[in-house]
C-alpha cells in the first residue's frame, strides 16, 4: 500500500487505553495535518468500537494479523503490559515491511501532542533512526543505568538499509525477552534503545526538549503559556507523555472527576496547562464513545474516597492553605451527605 502522506505512525492499545488513544488521535488531527495512524487493537472491544468512531486517516489492525508463530510464543510468556511492549517492534515492523512509506514513528497511546511534530522531523533529515532520551533528573539520572537512557514514545525509521536493520534487531530482541523487571542491560522493550547507537549508523538521539515532557523530567521547569502555545522552561511543547495518568468516573458533583493528577493536587502551572486540559478531553471523548456504547466504563480507576475528593475540590476552588482548617470546614457537609 503507498502512503502519500508526510507522516506515518502507528500505536497500540486495548480498551482501557481507549479514550488516551482517540485523544492521541485527536492531537494528531489538530497539529499533524497530513498523516496516516495505524493502530493495532488489542482487544474486540477496542476494535468494534474504534470502527464506531470511524477516526479519519486511521486504518486498524487486529492482533490476528501479527501473531505469527513466533509471536505467538513469546506471548505465552508475557503478561498484557509486557505483551504490549513486545508488540511495540513487531507493529512498527509490520507496517513499515508491508507499505510503500519512507518512515514509520511508533506512538505510545498515552502521548499527546501540543504543536507540530515538524521540529522532531527536521532533526530527522539525514538520519535513519531517531530515539528520544527519558532525560531524568539529575538527582534521578543513576535510574537510566536500569531502565535505559531512551524512551519508547516516539522512536522513528527510516525504511533504509539501517533503519530495518534495527528494526529487525529491536523485534528480535523482544521476541527473545521483554519482561517488567530490571535486569543487566534488559528491562522491557526500551532498555535495547541504548544499544542502537554501537550497532547501528544513522542514529539521532533528539535534541529539541520539548518532546516526550513527562513527570520525570519537567521538574524545577517553568511551565507557561504565550500566544497560545505552551511552553517547558524557553521550549514550546511537542508532545506530553501522560504515563500512569488515572481518570476517574465523573460524577455528578465533579463532572469531571477528582482534580488530582499524579503530583498536581495543588493548582499549579502545569496542572492548568497540561493536566486539567488533558482529563477535560478524556472525559469528553468519554462522552463521545458512551453515545456509541452506553455502558462503557473502561480506563476509569475508582474514585478516591469522597472526604478525599472535597478536600481535593475545595484547595483547587479556593487556594485554601490550610488542611486542618479545610477539614473543619468539610466536617459538616461530608456528615451530611454520609447520612
Same mark, same amino acid.
Given at each position: 500500500m503507498t502512503q502519500k502522506s508526510p507522516y506515518h505512525f502507528c500505536t497500540l492499545f486495548d480498551k482501557g487505553f481507549l479514550l488516551k488513544g482517540v485523544a492521541l488521535h485527536e492531537s494528531l488531527v489538530k497539529h499533524a495535518e497530513n498523516f496516516t495512524l495505524w493502530i493495532l487493537c488489542m482487544d474486540t472491544e477496542t476494535r468494534t468500537t474504534l470502527e464506531k468512531l470511524n477516526l479519519e486517516n486511521v486504518l486498524l489492525l487486529s492482533l490476528q494479523d501479527i501473531e505469527t508463530e513466533a509471536v505467538l510464543n513469546a506471548k505465552k510468556t508475557r503478561n498484557n503490559r509486557e505483551y504490549c511492549w513486545t508488540l511495540s517492534s513487531v507493529l512498527t515492523l509490520y507496517v513499515m515491511e508491508r507499505n510503500d512509506i519512507e518512515s514509520i514513528?511508533?506512538?505510545d497511546a498515552d502521548t499527546y501532542f501540543f504543536s507540530s511534530p515538524e521540529t522532531i522531523y527536521k532533526e530527522f533529515e539525514n538520519h535513519s533512526i531517531l530515539i528520544i532520551p527519558h532525560r531524568l533528573f #539529575?538527582?534521578?539520572?543513576?535510574? %537510566?543505568?536500569?531502565?535505559?537512557?531512551?524512551?519508547?514514545? +516516539?522512536?522513528?525509521?527510516?525504511?533504509?538499509?539501517?533503519?530495518?536493520?534495527?528494526?529487525?534487531?529491536?523485534?528480535?530482541r523482544?521476541?527473545? #525477552?521483554?519482561?517488567?523487571?530490571? %535486569?543487566?542491560?534488559?528491562?522491557?522493550?526500551?532498555?535495547? +534503545?541504548?544499544f542502537f547507537e554501537e550497532k547501528f549508523m544513522g542514529v539521532h538521539p533528539l535534541q529539541n526538549e520539548g518532546a516526550n515532557v513527562a513527570t520525570w523530567n519537567m521538574e524545577g521547569k517553568e511551565v507557561t503559556k504565550k500566544n497560545g502555545v505552551v511552553y517547558i522552561g524557553d521550549t514550546p511543547l511537542i508532545f506530553f507523555h501522560y504515563s500512569g495518568f488515572v481518570l476517574y468516573p465523573p460524577t455528578p458533583l465533579l463532572p469531571y472527576g477528582p482534580d488530582i493528577f499524579h503530583k498536581y493536587t495543588k493548582t499549579s502551572p502545569a496542572k492548568d496547562l497540561i493536566y486539567r486540559p488533558y482529563a477535560k478531553t478524556l472525559y469528553r471523548i468519554l462522552d463521545q464513545i458512551r453515545h456509541v456504547d452506553p455502558q462503557w466504563s473502561h480506563g476509569?480507576?475508582?474514585?478516591?474516597?469522597?472526604?478525599k475528593s472535597l478536600r481535593e475540590f475545595w484547595h483547587n476552588t479556593f487556594h485554601y492553605p490550610s488542611r486542618r482548617a479545610t477539614k473543619k470546614l468539610l466536617s459538616p457537609i461530608i456528615k451530611m451527605i454520609q447520612s
Open positions: 514513528a511508533y506512538l #539529575w538527582t534521578r539520572k543513576d535510574k %537510566e543505568k536500569e531502565v535505559g537512557k531512551y524512551n519508547v514514545s +516516539l522512536p522513528i525509521f527510516r525504511k533504509d538499509e539501517n533503519g530495518l536493520a534495527c528494526l529487525h534487531w529491536w523485534q528480535d523482544c521476541l527473545e #525477552w521483554c519482561f517488567d523487571r530490571i %535486569e543487566p542491560n534488559r528491562y522491557g522493550d526500551q532498555k535495547y +534503545l541504548d476509569l480507576t475508582p474514585r478516591p474516597p469522597l472526604k
